[in-house]
């Protein structure tokens, strides 16, 4: 499986596989088709051998600052986790990134996704702190940073 | 009131804000405090005479695209509506796009959002087309697109 960059034309097929991943939930407000139009050079899909979506990241360049990285969503289809697709973008990430002048990647995950901080944490993620609300009311986030290089 | 750029420590006061000016919705799934972190050059906040929030704007510059900017969100107090105040921030954010090399600026709205369509009309958007499921199952869009100069 290659890891290609995503295009607009993914964002059905992604947002349509979502949904299903995450139980049900509509994930269309957390991840509105602009991620796909405007930051295709950091954001990622793996489709398996038949073409079906398999996994995809979703992450940017800050504009904020030109030292940091910020991915935003990473999904694998459930019968595909514990292959390593999750790790093969984040590095795909990370090596784009790093090519961009970047020295920083961070992103965030819920406190309740322990699967999630173990995953982060083997990437060779640091846990920054737990920020309460950091996401809106009831939203907690915890916050990792990650040097690159 | 002047504008002045968002940062992360406007993120809570507007978050707080948004789900009272959208009718008490839960607005910070498309909201999230990055937009706040890494997008500040092209977020704006205008607060009133007594501090409070009047209205944002949240916007970025592609990365896709180097002629284009985009509009994600924005948000006038009920009670502030009528002033101009949209309109000011609209302005500045594409003020700021020129100055960074962009000639074209998008957003989109929903189409039952008859307030939203004539509002970019006035500021001189022009209706692409109207996008079945653009944002989602469900979520149809008109995407706006206005030339900048």
């Known amino acids: 499986m290659e890891i290609r960059h995503a295009e607009p034309a993914d ?12 139980g049900g939930r509509d994930m269309a407000p957390m991840l509105p088709r602009l991620f796909f139009v405007h930051f295709e050079a950091t954001s990622y899909v793996l489709d398996d051998e038949d073409g079906q979506l398999a996994a995809f990241l979703i992450g940017f360049l800050s504009q904020a600052d030109d030292d940091e990285a910020y991915i935003h969503f990473v999904g694998v289809a459930p019968e ?19 090519e ?15 699967a999630s901080i173990a995953f982060h944490k083997a990437l060779g993620f640091e846990v920054e702190k737990v920020a309460h609300d950091y996401d809106g009311p009831g939203e907690d986030r915890v916050l990792f940073v990650k040097r690159l290089g």
Do not use: K
């Open 80 to 98: 595909r986790r514990g292959e390593g697709l999750g790790r093969r973008l984040y590095e795909r990430f990370f090596d784009d990134a790093a």
């Open 100 to 114: 961009h002048g970047r020295t920083t990647v961070r992103c965030v995950t819920s406190p309740v996704n322990e």
């Open 11 to 22: 964002y059905g097929r992604v947002i349509g596989r979502v949904n299903a991943w995450w």
